[in-house]
């Protein structure tokens, strides 16, 4: 049985081709912007066989910005070096 997540996966493929942005494809398949990417970078490093590999239970994609290294509104650098 094939899981749902495959056909998903290959949904994105095609929307950019086509030239979609990726928010556009995220609205669209009501998914993050963050996932649409991974998956474009992942076909695009290993072709179609790339969207058929399931990542590990519990392994989610990596946030864009690490989150150790982020700074809240209103805080700057100049406070952090002083």
């Not at 998903?8 to 996932?35: K, W, Y």
């Amino acid at each position: 049985m094939m899981q749902q997540r495959v056909p998903f996966r290959c949904h994105i493929v095609p929307q950019a081709i086509a030239g979609m942005s990726n928010n556009a494809i995220a609205e669209e398949l009501d998914t993050s912007r963050p996932t649409v990417i991974f998956w474009r970078k992942h076909f695009a490093e290993g072709g179609p066989e790339a969207l058929l590999h399931i990542l590990p239970c519990g392994q989610r994609i990596p946030p864009l910005i690490p989150q150790a290294g982020r700074r809240g509104r209103g805080e700057n650098l100049a406070e952090h070096t002083a």
